[in-house]
């Protein structure tokens, strides 16, 4: 069994910051990526960023200079930390993993989810 559990959500005013983490166990030593994704009201989910076993790193346009993914040493706990936040950065924001040699920023692609974080930003 494999279990994703975000922490860190809430609610913050534009501008502001938020540090988003998933701390995986029962994690398959196949695991390779991690990511995340969120979904705002009434939208589909979005890729937001994922991070390699080795450090790689990649993200939407949306967030790109405001948004830094990161891995602790075992690369097992996935951060996201998030600055300069906007109103429409609001939404569920999910914690992906995914098995294999990859990485993407497809949903189809990973094995297991969290349950989600809500973010809400204020103007």
């Known amino acids: 069994q494999v279990q994703l559990v975000e922490s860190g959500g809430g609610s913050v005013q534009a501008g502001g910051s938020l540090r988003l983490s998933c701390a995986a166990s029962?994690?398959?030593?196949?695991?390779?990526?991690m990511a995340w994704f969120r979904q705002a009201a009434g939208k589909q989910r979005e890729w937001v960023a994922y991070?390699?076993?080795?450090?790689?790193?990649r993200y939407a346009d949306s967030v790109k200079g405001r948004f830094t993914i990161s891995r602790d040493n075992a690369k097992t706990t996935l951060y996201l930390q998030m600055n300069s936040l906007k109103p429409e950065d609001t939404a569920m924001y999910y914690c992906?993993?995914?098995?294999?040699?990859?990485?993407?920023?497809?949903?189809?692609?990973?094995?297991?989810w969290g349950q989600g974080t809500q973010v809400t930003v204020s103007s």
């Open positions: 992906a993993a995914k098995g294999g040699a990859s990485c993407s920023g497809y949903e189809t692609g990973y094995n297991y």
């Open positions: 991070s390699t076993n080795y450090g790689t790193t």
């Open positions: 029962g994690y398959p030593s196949s695991t390779y990526c």
